[in-house]
């Protein structure tokens, strides 16, 4: 095992941990910028480091077809070839091809599908995805799953689950780096209770490093989201990672932790970014609305990093979705507020003040009272009283 978790404080169910890996020392919760091909979009390494980012998300499937796993093997693996020297994960490629690909078929050998360089049918197997991200080198990898979207039902969700399990020993036993590598199961099961226990249960039968809670943020409702964060992280070892995939929303970050998680990753700062939006506090920031033309204030008056101390909202709204730079700088600025609430998470709870935090976070977001139904739902289990952010007459909305 390539990896050390400390827990340094605690608030109820949520934790802040110091996540010790082999190229970087990380302070958890904490939030992953997706590098779909050994970078982020629009900022270099060094940008990444000055806004405090901590562990970025490599993409298996993209970096196998370019540059290719054996060139960056040959090359020192990819933190060398980026030269990124804080800690990188890779996921196991699956989610893309699923997603992303024409007629990709799951079976017992792995995941089929067209090739999209020439179209001829080729296989992914979890013996495969593990030697391509052994060539990698990322500091944790990923198993192969078998990927469902969260809003199927019926028997496929129960094959995939059990599936699931069973390529976990297929890839640890092709996993040839245990000492620098670390191999994450991911807890399959859909929406439903029994399904998601059998596989955490089995998971963790295979004493992993960390754990992954997968098949969520695919468009199933808020409540039933939570409630399988909650079941999962409740069930999930006390002293591993545990790692929400595909949950980038602030409010879905800062319920997710009062739950007891402690990382995720999405593109949702990046990519909103390049639609002209910017993450705020009170929420989204979209600087193409015609009312930001003349607006001379920063994104946020209340951020200090580089974009907000240099530039305004009108030359911003002249940039956006015209010109490279206005993408640029929007991911800078969503990315350090995504570091910045990390941080704020991560202090909160080490300094005994979390439903401190949390309150000042909810009335911002809603300033009339009107917290959503599942967040208040969430919070309770939570064990964290937000009725002083709530109007009685407006809170609890769906």
Not at 66 to 73: K, S, T
Not at 242 to 266: N, Q
């Amino acid at each position: 095992m390539a990896l050390r978790f400390e827990i340094l404080g605690r608030f109820n169910r949520a934790r802040a941990a110091r996540l010790t890996l082999p190229h970087f020392i990380c302070q958890t919760p904490l939030f992953m910028p997706v590098g779909t091909q050994g970078t982020i979009k629009g900022l270099t390494n060094s940008q990444l480091e000055d806004i405090g980012c901590q562990i970025i998300l490599g993409n298996t499937y993209h970096l196998a077809l370019r540059p290719g796993a054996e060139l960056i093997d040959e090359l020192g693996g990819l933190h060398k070839f980026m030269n990124w020297q804080r800690a990188m994960l890779t996921d196991s490629g699956g989610f893309q091809m699923v997603s992303l690909l024409h007629l990709a078929d799951i079976t017992e050998k792995g995941v089929t599908f067209q090739s999209p360089v020439d179209g001829k049918p080729m296989l992914l197997t979890p013996e495969e995805s593990i030697q391509i991200q052994n060539k990698i080198g990322a500091d944790i990898i990923m198993a192969l799953d078998d990927v469902v979207k969260t809003t199927i039902t019926g028997p496929r969700i129960e094959e995939a689950m059990y599936r699931t399990l069973r390529w976990i020993d297929r890839c640890i036993d092709a996993h040839q780096k245990p000492d620098v590598q670390n191999l994450f199961g991911i807890v399959q099961g859909g929406l439903d209770p029994k399904l998601r226990d059998i596989c955490v249960t089995g998971l963790v039968k295979r004493n992993l490093p960390g754990y992954a809670i997968g098949g969520l943020a695919g468009g199933e409702d808020k409540d039933s989201f939570w409630r399988v964060v909650a079941q999962c992280t409740a069930a999930l070892p006390e002293d591993k990672p545990r790692y929400v995939m595909g949950v980038g929303y602030p409010l879905d970050i800062v319920v997710c932790s009062a739950l007891g998680a402690d990382m995720y990753d999405c593109v949702y700062p990046t990519r909103t970014a390049r639609f002209g939006t910017a993450l705020v506090p009170e929420g989204v920031l979209k600087l193409k609305h015609k009312a930001m033309a003349n607006d001379d204030r920063p994104i946020d008056s209340s951020c200090t990093c580089m974009v907000c101390k240099n530039y305004t909202r009108a030359y911003l709204h002249s940039l956006v979705t015209k010109d490279a730079m206005g993408s640029q700088l929007l991911s800078y600025h969503n990315l350090s507020y995504m570091m910045r609430l990390s941080k704020d998470l991560h202090t909160s709870i080490v300094q005994g003040c979390f439903p401190e935090f949390v309150h000042s976070f909810l009335r911002v977001q809603f300033p009339m009272g009107d917290v959503p139904q599942w967040v208040c739902n969430a919070m309770d289990v939570a064990g964290i009283d937000i009725s002083a952010c709530c109007d009685p007459f407006t809170s609890c909305q769906d």
